[in-house]
């Protein structure tokens, strides 16, 4: 089931985009990011990083979508203006109905309690100056947030939460491993009960032993506390484990967005499936073997990225209308979209009426 989402255009006018049914609590429309290239004494600009080019998605309330993609491809830059730590060059973000895109610092800083985000190491995060309380209770502070017992039993109760003792309190982030630190940092971006987190890698700094436990935590905390999450990872198996649904992403543009289990199962952007098939298979008695997609080349500068379609100097199915027409986001699949001019695992009459309209 689609709600449509007017505001991405193709060639022949806007194209729905499908999203989750319901009222969504983050919808984010031709949201654009470039940064300025500048030189010589007068600083002139001379080009521009497009970090992210132009994406639409939509998240409800309790869900999870995860955000993958190589690196570069603008998956952090994106976290990060969700969450209005940079100023969108274009585009909107609407929280709860509201556009917060280009709000002030003053205006945005009650938003702060509602919209959070950890950052992918746990390592630089952390004032290491500072000890565990003053960290974790430092949004209390700052949001003039009273407590009952005050913030010190408040702390406690969020180290806790979040599978640290209380004890740990005056303690200083150089004490603790790389696990322990990232759950510090859950319990910071916790502590005012946002309604939506931003994980950004949560787990790609951690050992490979402690990422189920951070993972496994951030999926009881979903449950208990009724949380939103967006969750950036490059690692497909961990975004597989947590999210409902998926966007991929490539060279700053949403290639292909679904149902978690509809976009594993059968992947229709051919740069999905080059990454699904890099997905190791975990059962040693599995007999079939998966065919390794190399792809050929490095992933485009961002700073001039292939016309028309940005994966078509890499795709082994590109024809000429790749190099001179931008395919547009279309539904095949019922909450399921893709940008491509010659979707896989598309059956009959979808993938004729796709070609057809693609020409």
């Known amino acids: 089931m689609a709600v449509l989402n007017e505001a991405t255009t193709g060639a022949d006018g806007p194209v729905p985009v499908p999203g989750p049914q319901g009222e969504a609590l983050l919808e984010v429309s031709g949201l654009?990011?470039?940064?300025?290239?500048?030189?010589?004494?007068?600083?002139?600009?001379?080009?521009?990083?497009?970090?992210?080019?132009?994406?639409?998605?939509?998240?409800?309330?309790?869900?999870?979508?995860?955000?993958?993609?190589?690196?570069?491809?603008?998956?952090?830059?994106?976290?990060?203006?969700?969450?209005?730590?940079?100023?969108?060059?274009?585009?909107?973000?609407?929280?709860?109905?509201?556009?917060?895109?280009?709000?002030?610092?003053?205006?945005?800083?009650?938003?702060?309690?509602?919209?959070?985000?950890?950052?992918?190491?746990?390592?630089?995060?952390?004032?290491?100056?500072?000890?565990?309380g003053t960290i974790v209770g430092a949004p209390f502070r700052l949001q003039h947030v009273k407590t009952e017992g005050g913030v010190k039993k408040a702390v406690q109760e969020l180290l806790e939460l979040c599978g640290l003792s209380p004890e740990h309190y005056n303690r200083y982030p150089h004490e603790f491993s790389g696990g322990q630190r990232q759950r510090i940092g859950i319990a910071r971006a916790l502590a005012l009960r946002p309604k939506m987190i931003v994980a950004d890698e949560p787990v790609s700094a951690l050992d490979v032993s402690i990422q189920a436990q951070v993972v496994n935590l951030l999926d009881d905390l979903q449950q208990e506390l009724g949380l939103t999450y967006v969750i950036i990872a490059h690692d497909l198996s961990v975004v597989r484990h947590v999210s409902d649904r998926v966007a991929v992403m490539y060279l700053g543009k949403i290639v292909e967005l679904g149902e978690r289990d509809s976009l594993y199962r059968s992947p229709m952007h051919p740069y999905t499936v080059a990454l699904m098939s890099a997905v190791p298979v975990p059962d040693p008695k599995r007999k079939e073997r998966r065919e390794r997609i190399l792809l050929t080349g490095d992933v485009p500068s961002p700073i001039n990225p292939p016309p028309a379609c940005r994966f078509h100097t890499r795709c082994w199915k590109a024809q000429e209308i790749c190099r001179l027409e931008e395919p547009p986001l279309r539904e095949l699949r019922t909450g399921h979209v893709v940008a491509c001019h010659f979707p896989e695992n598309v059956v009959g009459s979808e993938s004729d009426a796709a070609r057809t309209g693609a020409g």
């Open 32 to 132: 654009v990011k470039h940064f300025p290239i500048k030189k010589g004494l007068l600083q002139r600009q001379i080009g521009a990083v497009r970090a992210v080019d132009g994406i639409d998605f939509a998240v409800l309330p309790g869900e999870t979508l995860g955000v993958v993609g190589e690196s570069g491809c603008g998956k952090t830059t994106t976290g990060r203006l969700l969450v209005r730590l940079l100023e969108p060059t274009a585009g909107t973000v609407r929280f709860e109905g509201r556009d917060i895109s280009h709000l002030s610092r003053g205006r945005m800083r009650p938003l702060r309690r509602d919209i959070q985000i950890i950052f992918q190491d746990p390592y630089s995060s952390l004032n290491p100056r500072h000890t565990i």
